[in-house]
């Protein structure tokens, strides 16, 4: 077998079109190369534009939770290191907790707001559902001017109800009692609203098919459409408990005695107790944050869906 062997200094032969490609760009190419590059910057601007807003939303984020932070910093240090401006205590101890909790009636508040917020929860879900349900499935003489009127409650600020409500309590002997601090929000405008247009967009035809194999219009309501709009329903009561366990002016109305009352209103009374003793002031306000972040912990992703769903369905 032969081997033909270049010389030295010598150009190898190229066939012609080869020759061409090398010495004439196909503008295809050239546009090609055009794109890229423009791509390229347009990926760079968007990782910028990206990258700053993503410090925006850091430092805005570092705003919000800075107080939470000196909050709980502030809760184990003693009584010298309140005033110091240190986020690291140098002695820290957790014997503020225990003072608050042998000093005052807070197990009790607790538990007071922890009914008044479980119950409440409960009620919104239950009634706001079955109402939304039948003004949103079923057509009726007057049934779009009860849901014109129940939406015009949201018009009313709730200062305005305080002294009807109180007059009721007063008149019926609800002061100081659980269904006294609970009545003005066993039902919400707002659940009503948010569950109809939820129920909106239930299929007819799949309760109709219910209805054909037997289904009583309850079963209907509990088996099949209230399922289908379980973020809702989360949501919802996600809101209400939240609502109720920070709800301050109506317990404080509505509430005489120590033991009856929730926790932002005995730590409000605490509060003007203690006085300047702020490590207690706060070592109890940390405390009562504990259900709002087991809440958050656990349905964050309930909570997130809750805000873009309430946007959006209208």
Not at 139 to 145: T, V
Not at 263 to 272: D, K, N, Q, T
């Amino acid at each position: 077998m032969s081997t033909s062997v270049v010389p030295p200094g010598a150009v190898p032969d190229v066939p012609s079109a080869t020759a061409a490609e090398l010495l004439v760009r196909d503008p295809l190419d050239t546009r090609r190369d055009a794109r890229l590059a423009e791509a390229r910057r347009e990926g760079r601007k968007r990782r910028a534009a990206r990258g700053l807003l993503y410090l925006i939303l850091l430092v805005g984020g570092l705003g919000m939770i800075f107080p939470f932070i000196w909050m709980i910093v502030s809760s184990i240090k003693n009584a010298q290191d309140i005033y110091t401006l240190s986020l690291i205590p140098d002695s820290p101890t957790l014997d503020n907790y225990s003072e608050v909790l042998e000093q005052t009636s807070y197990t009790r508040w607790f538990l007071n707001s922890l009914i008044v917020a479980t119950i409440t929860t409960a009620s919104v879900a239950f009634f706001d559902s079955l109402a939304g349900y039948t003004l949103a499935k079923f057509r009726f003489p007057g049934s779009f001017l009860i849901f014109i009127l129940i939406l015009s409650t949201l018009m009313v600020p709730t200062e305005m109800l305080v002294i009807p409500w109180y007059m009721m309590s007063i008149e019926f002997g609800w002061t100081d009692s659980y269904w006294g601090i609970m009545f003005p929000g066993v039902i919400s405008a707002f659940g009503v609203f948010l569950m109809r247009q939820f129920f909106t967009g239930v299929p007819n035809d799949l309760l109709d098919a219910a209805r054909i194999d037997g289904f009583s219009e309850f079963q209907i309501f509990w088996k099949i459409a209230l399922p289908l709009v379980k973020p809702a329903v989360s949501a919802l009561c996600i809101f209400t408990f939240l609502g109720n366990w920070n709800a301050y002016i109506w317990p404080l109305i509505v509430v005489r005695s120590e033991d009856m009352r929730t926790l932002p209103v005995g730590i409000a009374f605490f509060s003007s107790e203690a006085q300047s003793s702020f490590h207690l002031i706060m070592a109890a306000a940390a405390l009562a944050t504990i259900p709002v972040l087991i809440v958050f912990i656990i349905f964050q992703k309930q909570i997130i869906k809750g805000i873009v769903l309430t946007g959006i369905k209208g």
